[in-house]
């Protein structure tokens, strides 16, 4: 594999706003990469900056052989010069032409002969299963298939690389499934390189090969899905990435991997002592946080045996939903809430008193 994308030290800011702040990523040829974080992030900024739309005030970037932008270097290509396909969340499609019109005009307005523009029109129409409808007008489409020209309107040109942002966010959930197979199995037939924007992290967790989580203009991990998942760097990253439960609280001892942990309860109720990993660099004293996802956690109605192998935390129901598959809860401790998810029926009236355990390796500590 050869890196088609190289995007240096990338900064953007709009008057004091700082919207992307020394963005660094490498992307392979034939990769989906997903930007994900929540709303306000800098995904769509860093995809302009990407494409030509933005002028980044620093850094720099390569897309195959090109420098594209230098900002140091005096750089900045237009996007048209760009050999870059766009896929956006309003999926604009020209009502009054026809499906085929639609993906030719952009190979008509650089002058592709006649011959070249309708071979490549239906070979992009064929991969996004439209051919069949070439002729027919766009008003007469269902959302998907919209969604769809748009498609093969951002591939058409045979780019480089295609770049999305949320072009899911608007579908109904079903749609949202289809379309979602569908650019995935795309990416993978073709083998187009992906640059994919989403606010929505199973999106992210199905579709990528590599995740970036961002948070207030800064990247805060990079990593294949399950590692995002399962190895969260920061509390941030952790919650945005599958519901879990934070308790602030201090490191009281480390033996090897694992910390020993003070969180304080509130309401002059005394502390909680817990085990857990993590927390990398933290010394006796600091501030760490537990992050506890609702799977991890064990429920049980009488206090179980203490024992070295798992924490033991006494809680009081608040409140239960049953799903059919599995009932999800929160767990009153002291001034805390901690979430949990089980995966049988269990009558558990507000006010119960439980026991929550969870094992030492289940539980993260965090130093932010
Ligand atoms: N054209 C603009 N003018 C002023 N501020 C902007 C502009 N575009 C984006 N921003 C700001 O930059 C930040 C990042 O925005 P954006 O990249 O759109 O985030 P995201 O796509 O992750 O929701 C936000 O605080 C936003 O308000
Ligand atoms: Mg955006």
């Known amino acids: 594999m050869s890196t088609i994308v190289e995007i240096a030290q990338l900064y953007k800011s709009f008057g004091a706003e700082t919207a992307v702040r020394d963005f660094n ?94 071979e490549r029109t239906m070979r992009a129409l064929e991969l996004v299963d439209l051919a069949h409808l070439a002729d027919r007008y766009a008003t007469k489409l269902s959302g998907g298939q919209r969604q769809r020209v748009a498609l093969a309107r951002a591939i058409v040109y045979e780019p480089k690389v295609v770049l999305f942002d949320e072009p899911l966010s608007n579908l109904d959930a079903k749609l949202r499934e289809q379309m979602r197979d569908e650019i995935v199995r795309l990416q993978r037939e073709v083998g187009i390189t992906s640059i994919f924007v989403t606010h929505d992290q199973s999106e992210a967790l199905v579709m990528s090969d590599r995740i970036v989580v961002m948070d207030k203009a800064v990247i805060q991990q990079v990593g294949d899905p399950e590692t995002i998942y399962s190895q969260p760097v920061n509390s941030f990253v952790a919650n945005f990435i599958g519901v879990t439960s934070l308790l ?71 409140d239960t939903i049953y799903l059919g598959n599995f009932l999800e809860g929160r767990v009153r401790v002291g001034d805390h809430e901690i979430g949990i998810q089980i995966d049988h029926y269990e009558d558990l009236a507000p006010g119960r008193t439980v026991y929550l355990t969870f094992r030492p390796e289940h539980g993260l500590c965090f130093t932010d």
């Open 248 to 318: 602030e609280g201090t490191l009281v001892a480390r033996d090897g991997e694992i910390c020993d942990m003070e969180i304080p309860l509130g309401g002059g109720l005394g502390a909680l002592r817990v085990r857990a990993v993590g927390g990398e660099g933290a010394v006796p004293g600091d501030r760490l946080i537990l992050g506890l996802r609702p799977e991890d956690v064990g429920l049980h109605l009488s206090k179980p045996d203490p024992s070295a192998a798992r924490n033991v935390i006494e809680g009081v129901v608040i």
């Open 25 to 118: 990523l490498s992307v392979e040829e034939g990769e989906f990469v997903t930007l994900l974080g929540p709303s306000g992030c800098g995904k769509t900024t860093t995809l302009r900056c990407i494409i030509g739309l933005e002028r980044p005030e620093r850094g720099s970037i390569r897309i195959g052989e090109q420098t594209v932008v230098s900002a140091e270097g005096g750089i900045y290509l237009v996007p048209e010069d760009r050999n870059l396909g766009m896929v956006f969340q309003s999926y604009a499609v020209w009502p009054h032409m026809t499906v085929f019109d639609n993906v030719a005009y952009g190979l008509r307005v650089r002058r592709v002969p006649g011959g070249v523009l309708k």
